[in-house]
């Protein structure tokens, strides 16, 4: 909602300046966006006085002129045609800036000096559209005074942020009984007297209501006689100051008083309407109708229209019809002031992409009781400005109940709610200041009538909010609440979920989110099989882009895509991880499945700096070692590497599912070669997934802490060669299944093929650490237990000690 | 024999004072005290003497084996400590050269202001709740005031799914869904992502809110204000408190939009805070009675107020970004910053 500083002043008298108002209206809760000074800076665009005005010597189109800016005669070259010597026109003298950041210099055109710019009302922003220089009323003011000034232009725009429940305040009227009754003082009378001299309206024009349900009121004056003409200045100007474009003098009045008090109303060419006669009802299904803006629009029976005798004329609070506007010729007019139901004008005009400055009021509710105040006070103006003469009376049907029920309000429970303690009579002139109507009852509560246009208050709480708001919300003192303990810790999930991400950070991981809606190909992109569950994808009925129009069953596409775009900036060294929702269909009627996920994924060279050890590229174990070290800090149990179930989207040669007993947890593996091309991956990139859910579900909370032996230990190494078709992990297993508890650790420390090494096989090389919880161990114990691991190990595995 | 030991022991003496490096004095040790040393060796011989000799011979091995040591100890110890002087004199590193350590990993912006902002709510007693993203319109608008067809559903807009269910377009039907599961007292924050189909330089079709909601006996606005005057100041580590200003939501009566300090300018007045001083953080209110209403809560009994921020407004403010897009591009160089 617009309006200007000199307008509120036409309703209320206030001694605050511009930027004291904008703080005050922000604080009742009218929220002013931004403040925009008319005239700002144009001090240097002032009346003046064309004095001489010959041609160009080398333009035709040009003319140089000697113009008085009541100090001295400067030159200018101009190339409007629209004026003769004596004008009085608007001069932008050198150092002004016109809008749009336009500086007016000294400047040489085809050879001949100007020394500033005769102006349009379109470069000082007045119009949109102009033709020729601004001639002025000679009378306007003395030379030199600056035009803003001298127009009476110079004035404050507020643009109000506006609540949807503050219907009351799309209107001048609306915003400045807000600051009347914040500053305590009255609403200054206003309206001019309209004088009825014609027929009868009855005799003129017919109204009947078909839907009173949608249009519980109705009321029309008819004036004839007119002359549709430009609106005075004084018009142009203060619409132009909102915003709204000037059209004629009676669509203006429409405009000026829907602005003013919030009333939209419309103007009908009577001699238009068949029958003239006006019927409210509803459309019927399939009719076809062109509104003002020349588009035909289909109708269905939901939406209200006003017809004539024969066929729709407007869409009832949203847009007039083509087939009765206001035209030049026009002379007789129907005027209509009503009420339309909000829901339905808010239907038409969302199905239609019709927003209006009439629909934006009808759907939240405009004042039922100002229907016939708005009528006549535009009724008067149109007179005033159009000539004519209004028919006597007025129709104003009115089948709708307007009664409001009186509201029980407790000042008590203000004060309580709140944490103030105002006094009781403080509490009740704050809702009398805002025209509520109250009577106390014996119980010592109070009976409120709030006034028609406040829609908004229905309830007690309503009327408690409006005690805060208008005693200001800053007097309420800040205190801290008196509460019940109540016992509560993170739920499990939630410390597993941080500790997950802890875990991850510390592996030198940066976290990355991405947007949790994906492209529909997404899946497809992952090579994962026609049946693969995660091609179910939940589809946005309205997405904003084809990129983002699914929900995510899988986290990797988007880890894939920050991937490939931080390797095109040559982040080439990468540990990114996601922990977020995926989503799934609902099985049932129940709620869709929103599981975390985790996602991490590897590439580039190891560690950074490379100036004391070689840079070495990351590969399968490292990616290995981070879930690795995840599932022991979450002391997972029976965590086995399963390289025979792997994932469509890694390289069947370099991944493995992981499983925790039974369950299959996760995956781990070098990215396929096509999927790395389908994302455009030149590198090699290792990739981890887990199930979090079973994370949680697997995690034992109670770790088994053993104290460490006291006693020195004895390591052995042994090296061997071993068929490539043995797993590395069989050899530790296969010592590990000894089961002798002097066994402290075993660890692979070499693996090596190559010069020396026959094919097919690899030289593997472990290291046993022999301690004892109980004694120091004997050379010869230590000897015959390490010769029982090697026969084993000979005997169980193809493998030759070497 | 007695001669013997005197030459020996006159003869271990000089060759211990010319001795200058540890490993020399290590050898004259082995050659003198060592298993088949020269007084080892004269010792052996101690057997040979009559037992009249024996205690006198005996005490001057004794004597000269003790001054021999005792002269070995000092001068390995004056030696062991030049050698020391001398590591120390001589060697030397270039300090400057990088540190050897692995990448240090990062929490994405959005994770540290929630764990930061659900740390200092639970110094307040509030604990963490949780509901689904893709939720029942019932919860969503409907429990919370939002009446089909009504305006106030055109400030959130929203993505639709199959089945009349929505992406939520804020926390707030965690406030639903955690009243209809418990009694008051209730003291919750929920931190969640939320969606609403709207994108610009200032709008994100996905980001991330914390709302807050507290129901007790005799709760009232000015309670809202102090926690949040608490809460406020402790995240932005200033003193300033916080300013309501009148506002609507559906779901609160009396409703406040909170403004801040400007974190920035201190409330002097810049760009970001548009010259105002103030910079609003925070939608805040009283629980409406209708919302009370539809999670069977009596309304005379108890009373509450709720909250919710945009995290993204806030990490922004924090750390001093100007362009929302870059949380969400995922670009290391921006992220490793954190």
């Given at each position: 909602m617009n309006v200007t500083y000199n307008w509120l002043k036409e309703f209320v008298d206030f001694s605050e300046t511009p930027d004291e108002l904008a703080a005050?209206?922000?604080?009742?809760?009218?929220?002013?966006?931004?403040?925009?000074?008319?005239?700002?800076?144009?001090?240097?665009?002032?009346?003046?006085?064309?004095?001489?005005?010959?041609?160009?010597?080398?333009?035709?189109?040009?003319?140089?002129?000697?113009?008085?800016?009541?100090?001295?005669?400067?030159?200018?070259?101009?190339?409007?045609?629209?004026?003769?010597?004596?004008?009085?026109?608007?001069?932008?003298?050198?150092?002004?800036?016109?809008?749009?950041?336009?500086?007016?210099?000294?400047?040489?055109?085809?050879?001949?000096?100007?020394?500033?710019?005769?102006?349009?009302?379109?470069?000082?922003?007045?119009?949109?559209?102009?033709?020729?220089?601004?001639?002025?009323?000679?009378?306007?003011?003395?030379?030199?005074?600056?035009?803003?000034?001298?127009?009476g232009l110079k004035d404050t725009l507020f643009e109000i942020g506006l609540t949807p429940n503050r219907s009351d305040c799309l209107s001048v009227i609306g915003i400045a009984r807000d600051l009347a009754a914040k500053l305590g003082v009255q609403l200054k009378p206003f309206g001019i007297?309209?004088?009825?001299?014609?027929?009868?309206?009855?005799?003129?024009?017919?109204?009947?209501?078909?839907?009173?349900?949608?249009?519980?009121?109705?009321?029309?004056?008819?004036?004839?006689?007119?002359?549709?003409?430009?609106?005075?200045?004084?018009?142009?100007?203060?619409?132009?100051?909102?915003?709204?474009?000037?059209?004629?003098?009676?669509?203006?009045?429409?405009?000026?008083?829907?602005?003013?008090l919030g009333q939209p109303l419309h103007a009908f060419d009577c001699d238009r309407l068949s029958g003239k006669q006006i019927i409210v009802r509803t459309a019927r299904e399939g009719e076809l109708f062109t509104t003002l803006d020349t588009q035909q629009r289909t109708l269905l029976a939901s939406d209200l229209v006003i017809c004539d005798a024969e066929r729709p004329v407007a869409l009832a609070g949203v847009m007039g019809g083509l087939n009765s506007e206001i035209e030049e010729t026009t002379t007789a007019i129907l005027l209509e002031s009503a009420f339309f139901k909000?829901?339905?004008?808010?239907?038409?005009?969302?199905?239609?992409?019709?927003?209006?400055?009439?629909?934006?009021?009808?759907?939240?509710?405009?004042?039922?009781?100002?229907?016939?105040?708005?009528?006549?006070?535009?009724?008067?103006?149109?007179?005033?400005l159009a000539g004519g003469t209004a028919a006597r009376g007025a129709i104003d049907l009115y089948p709708g109940n307007s009664e409001r029920t009186p509201i029980i309000f407790r000042p008590e429970r203000a004060n309580g709610l709140i944490g103030i303690t105002l006094d009781r009579s403080e509490i009740l002139d704050i809702l009398v200041r805002l025209q509520c109507l109250i009577s106390e009852n014996p119980d010592g509560s109070v009976s409120v009538i709030p006034p028609h246009y406040r829609l908004d208050i229905e309830r007690e709480i309503d009327l408690i909010e409006e005690v805060a708001r208008l005693n200001g919300y800053d007097k309420i003192p800040e205190t801290m609440p008196i509460a019940r303990v109540v016992s509560d810790r993170p739920s499990r999930h939630q410390e597993i979920e941080r500790l997950v991400r802890e875990l991850l950070v510390q592996n030198?991981?940066?976290?990355?989110?991405?947007?949790?809606?994906?492209?529909?190909?997404?899946?497809?992109?992952?090579?994962?099989?026609?049946d693969d569950p995660r091609r179910v994808a939940i589809k946005l009925a309205n997405p904003l882009v084809d990129e983002h129009s699914v929900m995510r069953t899988t986290l990797l596409p988007g880890l894939l895509e920050t991937t490939a775009r931080n390797m095109n900036f040559r982040s080439l060294d990468l540990k990114l991880f996601e922990m977020r929702r995926v989503y799934f269909p609902a099985a049932g009627d129940g709620m869709p499945h929103e599981p975390l996920s985790v996602v991490g994924a590897i590439s580039g060279s190891r560690?950074?700096?490379?100036?004391?050890?070689?840079?070495?590229?990351?590969?399968?174990?490292?990616?290995?070692?981070?879930?690795?070290?995840?599932?022991?800090?979450?002391?997972?149990?029976?965590?086995?590497?399963?390289?025979?179930?792997?994932?469509?989207?890694?390289?069947?040669?370099?991944?493995?599912?992981?499983?925790?007993?039974?369950?299959c947890i996760g995956s781990v593996g070098e990215l396929h070669p096509a999927v790395q091309k389908n994302f455009g991956i030149e590198k090699a990139?290792?990739?981890?997934?887990?199930?979090?859910?079973?994370?949680?579900?697997?995690?034992?909370?109670?770790?088994?802490?053993?104290?460490?032996?006291?006693?020195?230990?004895?390591?052995?190494?042994?090296?061997?060669?071993?068929?490539?078709?043995?797993?590395?992990?069989?050899?530790?297993?296969?010592?590990?299944?000894?089961?002798?508890?002097?066994?402290?650790?075993?660890?692979?420390?070499?693996?090596?093929?190559?010069?020396?090494?026959?094919?097919?096989?690899?030289?593997?090389?472990?290291?046993?650490?022999?301690?004892?919880?109980?004694?120091?161990?004997?050379?010869?114990?230590?000897?015959?237990l390490h010769n029982r691991v090697v026969t084993n190990l000979v005997n169980k595995l193809p493998v030759t000690v070497r | 024999m007695r001669e013997q030991l005197e030459q020996l022991r006159n003869g271990a003496l000089q060759a211990i004072e010319t001795a200058t490096t540890v490993e020399k004095l290590q050898e004259i040790r082995i050659t003198l005290l060592g298993r088949k040393g020269e007084l080892t060796g004269l010792m052996k011989g101690l057997g040979s003497l009559t037992a009249e000799e024996r205690p006198a011979i005996g005490q001057l091995v004794?004597?000269?084996?003790?001054?021999?040591?005792?002269?070995?100890?000092?001068?390995?110890?004056?030696?062991?400590?030049?050698?020391?002087?001398?590591?120390?004199?001589?060697?030397?590193?270039?300090?400057?050269?990088?540190?050897?350590?692995?990448?240090?990993?990062?929490?994405?912006?959005?994770?540290?202001?929630?764990?930061?902002?659900?740390?200092?709510?639970?110094?307040?007693?509030?604990?963490?709740?949780?509901?689904?993203?893709?939720?029942?319109?019932w919860y969503n608008f409907e429990a919370l005031n939002f009446p089909p067809e009504h305006p106030a559903r055109d400030m959130q807009d929203t993505f639709f799914v199959e089945n009349s269910m929505l992406l939520r377009t804020h926390t707030s039907p965690v406030q639903i869904r955690t009243m209809l599961k418990?009694?008051?007292?209730?003291?919750?924050?929920?931190?969640?992502?939320?969606?609403?189909?709207?994108?610009?330089?200032?709008?994100?079709?996905?980001?991330?809110?914390?709302?807050?909601?507290?129901?007790?006996?005799?709760?009232?606005?000015?309670?809202?204000?102090?926690?949040?005057?608490?809460?406020?100041?402790?995240?932005?580590?200033?003193?300033?408190?916080?300013?309501?200003?009148?506002?609507?939501?559906?779901?609160?009566?009396?409703?406040?939009?909170?403004?801040?300090?400007?974190?920035?300018?201190?409330?002097?007045?810049?760009?970001?805070?548009?010259?105002?001083?103030?910079?609003?953080?925070?939608?805040?209110?009283?629980?409406?009675?209708e919302v009370y209403r539809h999670v069977q809560y009596d309304a005379e009994q108890i009373s509450g107020f709720a909250f919710g921020m945009g995290i993204e407004r806030i990490a922004m403010l924090k750390y001093g970004i100007s362009d929302m897009r870059l949380l969400f591009e995922n670009d290391v160089r921006f992220l490793r910053q954190f």
């Open positions: 005050l209206l922000t604080m009742l809760g009218l929220e002013v966006d931004s403040m925009v000074r008319l005239g700002e800076g144009l001090d240097d665009v002032v009346v003046a006085r064309v004095e001489e005005k010959r041609q160009h010597p080398n333009a035709d189109k040009l003319s140089l002129c000697k113009v008085n800016n009541g100090k001295e005669i400067v030159d200018v070259v101009c190339g409007a045609q629209n004026f003769s010597e004596g004008a009085t026109v608007a001069l932008a003298q050198i150092g002004a800036v016109l809008p749009g950041d336009f500086k007016i210099k000294r400047s040489k055109i085809r050879g001949e000096e100007s020394c500033g710019m005769l102006c349009s009302d379109k470069e000082l922003g007045l119009a949109e559209e102009s033709a020729g220089i601004m001639v002025l009323d000679a009378e306007l003011a003395p030379l030199g005074t600056p035009i803003f000034t001298a127009l007297p309209l004088s009825e001299s014609g027929e009868p309206v009855e005799s003129s024009i017919k109204v009947t209501i078909d839907t009173p349900e949608l249009c519980p009121r109705y009321a029309a004056r008819y004036i004839s006689g007119c002359t549709i003409a430009p609106s005075p200045e004084w018009l142009v100007k203060r619409l132009t100051s909102i915003g709204i474009r000037s059209i004629n003098n009676v669509v203006d009045v429409t405009n000026l008083i829907m602005m003013e909000p829901a339905a004008i808010r239907k038409t005009a969302k199905r239609l992409g019709l927003h209006t400055e009439s629909s934006h009021r009808f759907e939240r509710g405009i004042d039922i009781d100002s229907v016939t105040r708005a009528l006549d006070r535009a009724a008067a103006l149109i007179v005033e030198s991981m940066t976290e990355i989110i991405n947007f949790s809606f994906t492209a529909p190909d997404a899946a497809g992109k992952l090579l994962l099989s026609e560690d950074g700096d490379g100036w004391s050890r070689p840079q070495e590229p990351v590969d399968f174990y490292d990616a290995k070692g981070i879930v690795e070290s995840l599932l022991e800090a979450l002391d997972i149990g029976g965590v086995s590497w399963n390289s025979n179930q792997v994932e469509s989207y890694y390289h069947p040669g370099k991944s493995c599912a992981v499983f925790a007993g039974r369950e990139v290792y990739c981890f997934e887990l199930d979090f859910e079973k994370l949680v579900k697997l995690s034992r909370t109670k770790k088994n802490i053993t104290a460490p032996s006291r006693f020195p230990d004895s390591s052995r190494d042994i090296a061997m060669l071993v068929p490539e078709s043995v797993a590395a992990s069989k050899i530790l297993e296969c010592v590990k299944s000894e089961k002798a508890k002097e066994i402290e650790q075993v660890q692979i420390f070499d693996v090596y093929c190559g010069k020396g090494v026959p094919e097919g096989q690899r030289s593997i090389a472990i290291r046993i650490r022999y301690r004892s919880f109980e004694r120091t161990l004997a050379e010869e114990e230590i000897v015959a | 004794n004597s000269v084996r003790d001054e021999i040591e005792g002269a070995l100890g000092a001068a390995l110890a004056s030696a062991q400590e030049n050698l020391m002087a001398e590591r120390i004199r001589s060697e030397r590193i270039d300090i400057s050269l990088p540190g050897r350590r692995p990448v240090r990993g990062t929490k994405h912006p959005i994770s540290l202001v929630i764990e930061e902002v659900s740390a200092i709510f639970a110094g307040l007693g509030f604990s963490v709740a949780e509901g689904p993203e893709i939720e029942h319109d418990q009694k008051p007292p209730v003291r919750i924050i929920a931190p969640g992502t939320v969606y609403r189909c709207d994108s610009d330089a200032t709008h994100s079709p996905m980001f991330h809110q914390i709302e807050g909601l507290m129901v007790d006996t005799g709760v009232t606005f000015g309670d809202l204000k102090g926690i949040l005057t608490v809460f406020t100041n402790q995240l932005f580590g200033q003193k300033t408190g916080v300013r309501l200003r009148p506002s609507y939501f559906p779901f609160t009566e009396p409703s406040a939009e909170v403004d801040i300090a400007c974190v920035i300018c201190g409330g002097k007045g810049c760009r970001v805070c548009k010259n105002s001083g103030w910079l609003e953080i925070l939608g805040a209110g009283m629980v409406d009675p």
